[in-house]
């Protein structure tokens, strides 16, 4: 199984370990401008998503998908509701783009992501076990 947890700055990946099913952090990714330098450069772009989060670069989640092309099970955890959600336009970008990965998310949930734990972490991966 692997727990990818997801914001707009970073995706962390999370795989089984050993005999015991223990989770352990394998790798993490980050957009080509997580700090949104060069978004402030497009303020004239972003001046037609008022009130709306800028579009992501499809980029990071394609890298992200290429990722988890050898994931058996995948759950997603994200830190945010409704369209400012990355793990939401995640699956929809999975839906769209790579309907064979999108078939293999057992779940999402939301989380605190700037305090959670690894407890917590695995709590979550067993909640969405077949």
């Known amino acids: ?5 997801i ?10 370990a050993g005999s015991e099913g223990k989770l352990e952090e394998r790798e993490h ?3 080509k401008d997580p700090h949104g330098f060069r978004r402030h450069l497009e303020h004239r772009k972003e001046a037609d998503y008022r009130g709306q989060r800028v579009p992501e ?3 990071f989640y394609e890298r992200i998908a290429q990722r988890l092309k ?13 369209t ?3 793990s ?15 078939a ?3 779940g999402a949930e939301d989380a605190n992501l700037s305090g959670i734990t690894l407890g917590q972490i695995e709590e979550i991966a067993r909640r969405h076990q077949h």
């Open 1 to 5: 199984m692997t727990v990818l947890l």
């Open 104 to 106: 293999r998310v057992a």
């Open 70 to 82: 050898s994931a058996a099970s995948i759950v997603l955890v994200g830190d945010a509701t409704g």
């Open 84 to 86: 400012s959600s990355a």
């Open 29 to 31: 990714l980050e957009p």
């Open 7 to 16: 914001d707009h700055h970073r995706a962390r990946f999370f795989e089984t």
């Open 88 to 102: 939401r336009y995640l699956l929809a970008y999975l839906n769209e783009k790579h309907k064979d990965i999108a």
């Open 57 to 59: 670069a499809d980029e």
